[in-house]
DNA sequence: TTCTTCATGTAATTAGTTACATGATTGA
DNA sequence: TCAATCATGTAACTAATTACATGAAGAA
């Protein structure tokens, strides 16, 4: 155990990892597939990040690392410890952050002025294509657990909030796409000389202020 | 010029700042406060990042720095360059990665057989707070704009798309809260023990069905 | 038996954050 | 004239990514 990770502290990330090893014991490998199908929809992390997570929380005491060989190479299987658990359900008490969103598209339509309308058209474009292959998987995840063969068919009831919540999301996504493709569209080739439609603008502030509203 | 800001890469971070220097000379501090008010909603930086980024893009030919003296330290005015206007355009043309969310909060809710179901409702609490306050922020954006007294009125046709989108997130957000707080509040108390719904379960799945449809 | 894909990991690099420091300005 | 806050920046650190490497298993 390195002084080093001993000390480091816990991130989001390792809470991840932690929450997942206490559903199962889980191979490195077993880890990344779960990431990459269903967990980093709203943590996405690096593969290699999987592989190195889990020894702080081995050095921390959280998790435990046993190694099977797998002919002449090992493989690591982690299990989570009794104050692992402990350490998960105090992470569970304290406030966790809002939504965070990175959204490279939306900035590139934010400075679409110094661009083509056909540039912004094509980002729109594939906006709508991105919202509509993601809730393409979202979708077929909730088919299995309709049909009562979900991977942890017994979560099915904790599951289904972050699948409707991602599903409300793509969705969102879609919506909002296609819409902005209808403004972009009556745009001016020049998009630097676009006029805002102030219809339009006063029915995004109602839409706002139907939030606001408790 | 330090060989090595000029050899490094652009990134989206460079990018984004490049964009708002294409609008108008800036000091640093007024990009942090334009990052903090209105680009980092989907951008997020930190403070002193927008310090550092700058730099490179002067290194790379793609930005002009002006000292200008206030008293007796300086400050750094900021301006784009020809070059950094062609650099822009063809970022504009490249493909952009879609949103990328980071919910550490609905994360917790995947564990949430590990803790209490208050926990839970607390957690969701705080997201339907957050989507509110978000809100209210860009809502009093999108007056100003309204009244024709936005801080770029000039761009209102192009900012508006990102108002929108911000918009639809936060309602999304909220409506998903409070449909989520139903739903664990008729949870047992202790929430590994919670069964599914499946009305819910299939209405999910429609929803997910309707935006599946072209 | 060879090729490809799955599986398992490490190393090098970088992007980003947290913490710190201090001058300028304003209002009590 | 003092305190608080605004403004400006650097340094140290760390989380995370990209690139690389290679063995195992299964298909052709």
Known sequence: MSTDQARSRMTTTSYALLGLLALK???TYELTQQMERSLGRIWPRATSKLYEEPKKLVALGLARASDDPVGRRRRTVYSI????????????RTPGAGPVLEFEQLLQLHFAEHGS???????????????IERN???LAVGRTYLAGEGLFQDRAAINSLGGRFLTDFYAMVKDWAEWATAIVDAWPDDPAAAQVDMADLAESVRRAEATAEL
Chains 1, 2 share one sequence.
């Open 25 to 27: 014991p889980w191979t």
């Open 81 to 92: 410890t009794a104050r692992g658990r402990r350490a998960l359900a105090r992470w569970l």
């Open 117 to 131: 309308k056909q540039d912004a058209l094509a980002t729109l474009a594939a906006a709508r294509t991105w919202a």
């Open 136 to 138: 393409e998987e979202n």
